[in-house]
């Protein structure tokens, strides 16, 4: 029998407050609640706190990206505190087994049945800490968590809590005891936000504040299930006219035929670029796409998933240019540019 074949009844996710979900107007609002809850204790984080937001209102996943010590971690954690959602903390190291994610089935003493004992996969929000140091059999655990919303054990299928995301964490400088993040894995992720360090009034901000008083914890927020169940719904009925459609078409089909580009983006990275577009609507106030709204999200959605030329990153390198990042940004808004943008 296929693993499909049989198919587990849903989790219940315990101790869920219910509360008034907001109509498509309240949708800035929450936004702006959120940045403002989670910036009690991470300061300089309204960007990311809205790719999150409109990650969970297309039902996306989201890559952290950047180096040691600046608080990508505890922005998560201050995030998944400010909804009414379960949250799991998953810790990924070399010697983990895909077991240690999605749980195994083990022998009951008592009743000498063999019974599923789900792992910490099963919550609403995943943060999957420093992820590339797992191996990869380890990380393609996540796959099909990520894309089915389900994981199989012994030939069943059992589905994860609504809504489900996993946001996760990587240091890009560290390479010793790493693993790449495969391909499949990254066009799985709606957005790789590249996380540098704070501005000098932000770090001063952070300074005065850790001088001054204990950091404050970010407070809880009527966000529940049942709120980002009507979000996701509002955001799948904002409206796109054919031209804005066409205006993303073009975007990903552009990455593929870029000299400098190896590996364009994939048919998956437009459908998520859509949902993406249309959150980021709903949370500006708005009941249709603007060209803007697109562009506002193009680099976190496509730097991840094209592969620079070897021979355009050999020629950086010995021009002097550091890193990829400014790269990437260069190739990927030069391809907005260059697509033609509905009026």
């Known amino acids: 029998m296929k693993a499909t074949d049989r198919t587990a009844p849903a989790p219940t996710v315990p101790n869920v407050p ?4 907001p109509g498509s107007s309240d949708a800035p609002t929450v936004l702006d609640r959120l940045c403002r809850s989670v910036g009690e204790s991470v300061i300089g984080s309204d960007v990311t706190v809205r790719a999150l937001a409109i990650a969970l209102c297309s039902e996306g996943h989201v890559l952290l990206e950047g180096v040691p010590g600046i608080a990508k971690t505890m922005l998560v954690r201050r995030f998944a505190a400010a909804l009414s959602l379960s ?11 895909p077991s240690d994610i999605v749980g195994t089935v083990v022998l009951n003493p008592v009743n000498q ?26 990380q393609s655990a996540l796959l099909e968590a990520m894309q089915e919303r389900q994981v199989t054990v012994d030939g069943i299928g059992y589905p994860l809590p609504s809504p489900f995301i ?6 890009p400088i560290e390479q010793e005891g790493t693993y790449p993040l495969p391909e499949a894995e990254l066009d799985r992720f709606l957005f790789r936000i590249l996380m540098g360090y704070p501005s000098e009034a932000d770090e001063r901000t952070l300074l005065q504040r850790h001088s001054d008083a204990p950091v404050a914890q970010a407070s809880g927020l009527p966000l529940d299930a049942g709120t980002l169940e009507r979000l996701r719904q509002e955001a799948l009925e904002v409206r796109m006219t054919p031209e804005v459609l066409d205006f993303v078409m073009q ?16 048919p998956r990275a437009g459908v998520q670029f859509l949902r993406a577009a249309k959150a980021a609507a709903l949370l500006a106030g708005r009941s249709y796409v603007t060209p803007g709204d697109v562009k506002s999200i193009v680099f976190e959605v496509l730097n991840h998933r094209i592969l620079l030329h070897p021979d355009l990153l050999a020629q950086r390198y010995v021009a002097g240019t550091n890193g990829v990042e400014p790269l990437l940004r260069e190739v990927i808004e030069r391809r907005a540019e260059a697509v033609k943008a509905p009026r």
């Open 166 to 171: 996993v946001i996760a964490t990587e240091n």
């Open 113 to 138: 049945q063999f019974e599923y004992r789900r792992g910490p996969v099963f919550a609403n929000v995943i943060l999957a800490d420093e992820i590339n140091r797992a191996p990869p059999k380890v």
């Open 251 to 266: 975007l990903i089909r552009s990455t593929r035929e870029d000299p400098r580009i190896l590996m364009g983006a994939s």
């Open 18 to 21: 219910v509360a008034p979900a």
């Open 87 to 97: 949250f799991k903390r998953i810790q990924f190291t070399p010697d983990m087994l």
